[in-house]
């Protein structure tokens, strides 16, 4: 995502907290890039900048500083934030602990996203960057013609007006992989450990357990981008267990309505 397509992201992550956000446009921005206020549990507000780095540009002393001052510029400002993709020096830790300044590095983002379950936002904002990738800019470095397949998989998933019209029966491969893998390891336990047999029957058991868990993560993504259910990573975790797949197609099928045919 660009600098922009950032700014709204860290916006929508905090109203996600329970705040009211507002991004500055672009000709006014005087170092503000998000004005959050939250009248509950009382009234605050925050000033937010946003600093979309590469893995190799941080955050130093001099930043603080100066990010510092916004807090004299509004009235009725309770702190000011710098959130970042990237990193931030021990420098700067010590002076924003002396400024009141609160710091969210590129591992405190990703932390707060996954305790927010705010992998749509992710998906939402990153896909919506028209230009090259920037890799200096921590850019994955995908190609065009990546970039064109994973669009036209998502574009795909948004039109479909039910999880059974994209084209990939998920639910099924999961099961039928999943019984596949059951049946290898359980196979496998009846030879000696470390024989032939034993070794062919838990490898192929393994690779159909291991198909069946992206599966899991395949149908989980579409089902975010409809915006159907939004399974916990937990389920993808438990996957990972044998008796994890029937668990997560069993609370699959209680959330997601079935599709009912044309006409009823």
């Known amino acids: 995502m660009d ?3 950032f700014e709204h992201f860290v916006a929508d992550l905090w109203s996600r907290q329970g705040w009211t956000t507002e991004v500055e446009q672009q000709s ?16 605050q507000k925050a000033l937010i900048q946003a600093k979309r780095y590469g893995e190799n540009t941080t955050v130093g002393g001099p930043d603080i500083q100066q990010y510092a001052s916004l807090k004299h510029q509004e009235d009725g400002v309770d702190q000011v934030v710098i959130v970042t993709t990237g990193a931030v020096t021990s420098q700067a830790e010590a002076r924003a602990s002396d400024l009141n ?20 936002l992710v998906e939402q904002y990153a ?3 028209g230009g090259e990738i920037d890799t200096e800019a921590g850019g994955s470095g995908e190609s065009a013609g990546e970039r064109s397949a994973s669009e036209e998989a998502r574009r795909r998933i948004q039109q479909a007006d039910h999880p059974s ?3 990939v029966n998920y639910p099924k491969i999961i099961a039928v ?12 336990s009846l030879f000696p450990e470390g024989s032939l047999p034993y070794q062919i029957f838990y490898g192929v058991g393994t690779v159909f357990i291991l198909i069946a868990v ?24 438990g996957s990972l267990i044998i ?4 668990v997560y197609l069993y609370h699959r099928r209680r959330h997601v309505p079935q599709k009912t045919p044309a006409g009823e």
Do not use: H, N
């Not at 300044?101 to 749509?120: E, N, P, R």
């Open 177 to 188: 992989c999943g019984a596949v893998g059951f049946m290898g390891a359980l196979l496998g």
């Open 101 to 120: 300044v609160k710091l969210v590095d590129g591992d405190d983002l990703v932390q707060l996203v996954d305790d927010l379950d705010a992998y749509d």
């Open 127 to 129: 896909d919506l960057g």
């Open 214 to 237: 992206a599966g899991v993560y395949l149908d989980m993504r579409t089902l975010r981008i409809m915006g159907v259910w939004r399974p916990s990573k937990w389920y993808l975790y």
């Open 243 to 246: 008796l994890g797949l029937p």
């Open 165 to 167: 019209d994209v084209g």
């Open 28 to 43: 006014a921005d005087a170092g503000v890039d998000v004005r959050a206020t939250k009248e509950t549990p009382f009234q």
């Open 3 to 5: 600098d922009w397509d």
